[in-house]
């Protein structure tokens, strides 16, 4: 069994920046993809970025409402993936999600979430 642990959310004001991470209980060779996805109350769970794991070259995916603005990272000595957003907007409000998918059990794993509220 995998587990996600997210830290990094809060309030921020519009134009802000936060910095999420998410680290993984194994090793993140372990994994195809990671990711973050985003869900706001009534809506589905939507893609945010995800970043090949344990790969050379890192190939990066990002949805196009935050593009320019949100960077994906990781550092594979912490097990851990960084989200980065900056410039962020009323619209980018919602509970984030750290996601793993594991090439070995064939299992996807899904942290517990971390609030992002940007508001004035």
């Known amino acids: 069994q995998v587990q996600l642990v997210e830290i990094g959310g809060g309030l921020v004001q519009p134009g802000g920046s936060l910095r999420l991470s998410c680290t993984a209980s194994r090793t993140i060779f372990r994994f195809a993809t990671m990711g973050w996805y985003r869900q706001t109350p009534g809506k589905q769970r939507e893609l945010v970025a995800t970043?090949?794991?344990?790969?050379?070259?890192?190939?990066?995916n990002y949805a196009d409402s935050v593009k320019g603005r949100f960077t994906i990272s990781r550092d594979n000595a912490k097990n851990t993936v960084f989200l980065q957003m900056n410039s962020l907007e009323p619209e980018d409000t919602a509970v984030y999600y750290c996601?793993?998918?594991?090439?070995?059990?064939?299992?996807?794993?899904w942290g517990q979430g971390t609030q992002v509220t940007v508001s004035a």
């Open positions: 970043i090949t794991a344990g790969t050379s070259p890192d190939t990066f």
């Open positions: 996601s793993a998918y594991d090439r070995y059990d064939r299992q996807l794993y």
